[in-house]
T-cell receptor, first 112, second 115 residues
Framework: KQEVTQIPAALSVPEGENLVLNCSFT??????LQWFRQDPGKGLTSLLL?????REQTSGRLNASLDKSSGRSTLYIAASQPGDSATYLC???????????FGQGTTLQVKP | EPEVTQTPSHQVTQMGQEVILRCVPI?????FYWYRQILGQKVEFLVS????????KSEIFDDQFSVERPDGSNFTLKIRSTKLEDSAMYFC?????????????FGPGTRLTVT
């Protein structure tokens, strides 16, 4: 049974800092891993999807990596800005239906 | 760019009432999902739907819940007799089938408040 964990639960950094968010999963036989952003009280915005055959995926200041053997994915945010403040979720599809199993999220605060 | 839409954005209902949450998935997608997120908790899977039938449901998805795809575009989640603990954000998602498992696209959510 796939379990997804995100540590830390919260992170506060000064503006301009580069940072890494962590995501761990128990079943290394994953199809892919999706990273989402969620603003307070809002929906889920898909940021990056990294396929099991990939090691990295980049979009702007975001870079996601995937290491299946260690059961880890990281989301790297370069030159953080106050507008990056949000909760970041990772999720992996599992089973025949591809339902997503979510981590609990890391709430990021970028201070001006 | 195609997107998943959901209505209403916020629904307030009294305990014991029936509610229907509506979703319009991306038009050429074939797999559909409902998830929910209780305030401060993880996003949880409720049900998946493919080929006009439920393909998987979680233990949360009991007899009070049902899903339908009444026409070629809408996908609905019905809660027959709402309880206080049904208060949550409900997300609809869809994906295009194909080899492997593709990206799921989420709607903006419906916030359900049961009083």
């Amino acid at each position: 049974k796939q379990e997804v964990t995100q540590i830390p639960a919260a992170l506060s950094v000064p503006e301009g800092e580069n940072l890494v968010l962590n995501c761990s999963f128990t079943d290394s036989a994953i199809y892919n891993l999706q990273w989402f952003r969620q603003d307070p009280g809002k929906g889920l915005t898909s940021l990056l999807l990294i396929q099991s055959s990939q090691r990295e995926q980049t979009s702007g200041r975001l870079n996601a990596s995937l290491d299946k053997s260690s059961g880890r994915s990281t989301l790297y945010i370069a030159a953080s800005q106050p507008g990056d403040s949000a909760t970041y979720l990772c999720a992996s599809p599992t089973g025949n239906t591809g339902k997503l199993i979510f981590g609990q999220g890391t709430t990021l605060q970028v201070k001006p | 760019e195609p997107e998943v839409t959901q209505t209403p954005s916020h629904q307030v209902t009294q305990m014991g009432q029936e509610v229907i949450l509506r979703c319009v998935p991306i038009s050429n997608h074939l797999y559909f999902y409902w998830y929910r997120q209780i305030l401060g908790q993880k996003v949880e899977f409720l049900v998946s739907f493919y080929n006009n039938e439920i393909s998987e449901k979680s233990e949360i998805f009991d007899d009070q819940f049902s899903v339908e795809r009444p026409d070629g575009s809408n996908f609905t989640l019905k809660i027959r007799s709402t309880k206080l603990e049904d208060s949550a954000m409900y997300f609809c998602a869809s994906r295009l089938t194909g080899t492997g498992v593709g990206e799921q696209y989420f709607g903006p959510g419906t916030r359900l408040t049961v009083t």
